[in-house]
């Protein structure tokens, strides 16, 4: 079984301040960890992952995150927000044997402020 | 590529009414998911599929149907609509080649039930 804790469901940071969104996961198995973002009346679409290489990922826009075994945490960062930064953000944990069975956290809105 | 389209874009049913949503992709990607997205839930997984042929399913499984009988197409059913199935409807394609893993979506079909 797997499952996805988002804390927060609503972030304000203002313009140019360090965005941080957080997720902890559970999983049975070696997780492949994501994180997607959906603007308004749209799909989603993929910020970055995590799939058993490098802890560390960079992702488009200038997001990053860390996956921490220890902590099982996998938190969203940015240093600097962009008022096109804001949007819902949604961590997601798929089984290492199975692409097609993704567990998503409830999302965390992110507003940034001028 | 058109990638994952999904038709129609929305739809207005009266509760006991059937209709399929219908999804496809050009990928060829192995994987396609139903999720529904409900207001402060996220996605919750309806139905996936593991290639042409086999369907398994998800979280929230309950009133849908789901065949593949080709690698591209994945319609979802609505046997008997009740309004507790009004949602925004997404669905997406993966694959696990290199490890890739991270959900394709499609922009989504509002539908509500009265």
């Known amino acids: 079984a797997q499952s996805v804790t988002q804390l927060g469901s609503h972030v304000s940071v203002s313009e140019g301040a360090l965005v941080l969104l957080r997720c902890n996961y559970s999983?049975?198995?070696?997780?492949?960890l994501f994180w997607y973002v959906q603007y308004p009346n749209q799909g989603l679409q993929l910020l970055l992952k995590y799939t058993s290489a490098a802890t560390l990922v960079k992702g488009i826009n200038g997001f990053e995150a860390e996956f921490k075994k220890s902590e099982t945490s996998f938190h969203l960062t940015k240093p600097s927000a962009h008022m096109s930064d804001a949007a819902e953000y949604f961590c997601a944990v798929t089984e290492s044997t199975n692409a097609g069975k993704s567990t998503f956290g409830d999302g965390t809105t992110l507003t940034v402020k001028p | 590529n058109a990638g994952v389209t999904q038709t129609p874009k929305f739809q207005v049913l009266k509760t006991g009414q059937s209709m399929t949503l219908q999804c496809a992709q050009d990928m060829n990607h192995e994987y396609m998911s139903w999720y529904r997205q409900d207001p402060g839930m996220g996605l919750r997984l309806i139905h996936y599929?593991?290639?042409?042929?086999?369907?398994d399913q998800g979280e929230v499984p309950n009133g849908y149907n789901v065949s593949r009988s080709t690698t591209e197409d994945f319609p979802l059913r609505l046997l008997s609509a009740a309004p507790s199935q009004t949602s925004v409807y997404f669905c997406?394609?993966?694959?696990?080649?290199?490890?890739?893993?991270?959900?394709?979506f499609g922009p989504g079909t509002r539908l509500t039930v009265t």
């Open positions: 999983s049975s198995v070696p997780p492949y």
């Open positions: 997406a394609s993966s694959y696990s080649h290199q490890g890739s893993y991270e959900q394709y």
């Open positions: 599929s593991v290639g042409a042929g086999i369907t």
